[in-house]
């Protein structure tokens, strides 16, 4: 690899760590979680611990399935980094783009749509963290060079 695609691998294997780190955060601290979450959403770190006990359950739940989620995520676009893309598969490039884009548009869309614009903001920043080196290492994948 060249020093530029050197410094976008890290970087994309940086965030990936972050991924897996994050969903594990999710499942493991999900009173830290709730109250992170209540303060983007809600603009207090309380307010989900006033639902319900049923709600308040559910969404503990609902912050532990996503949070495993992103730890299995994070793991599968760690080891594609490791392997096939850093060895420039055009493959890897587009299993790691083509599921990143669907659930940005996916994820981002229902947030605005069910009034949940604070989602769609963590949403661009976390999939503009992958987007940059994505789209700077996009060249060395597709315009081959001889």
């Known amino acids: 690899m060249n020093r530029i695609n050197v410094f976008w691998w890290r970087w994309l294997v940086t965030v990936a760590v972050g991924v897996i780190v994050f969903g594990i955060t999710l499942v493991a601290a999900p009173d830290l979680t709730r109250s992170a979450f209540s303060l983007l959403v809600f603009s207090s770190p309380n307010t989900i611990g006033v639902f319900s006990e049923p709600a308040f359950s559910y969404v503990g739940l609902a912050h532990a399935v996503v949070g495993a989620l992103m730890f299995g995520w994070g793991i599968m676009i760690l080891f594609i980094l490791l392997g096939p893309f850093r060895r420039g598969s055009r493959e890897a490039w587009l299993t790691i783009v083509i599921p990143l884009t669907a659930w940005f548009v996916a994820d ?39």
């Open 108 to 146: 981002t869309a229902f947030s605005l749509l069910s009034g949940f614009w604070q989602n769609a903001v963590l949403n661009t920043v976390f999939g503009g963290l992958f987007a940059v080196p994505l789209v700077a290492t996009y060249g060395t994948f597709f315009e081959r060079h001889s």
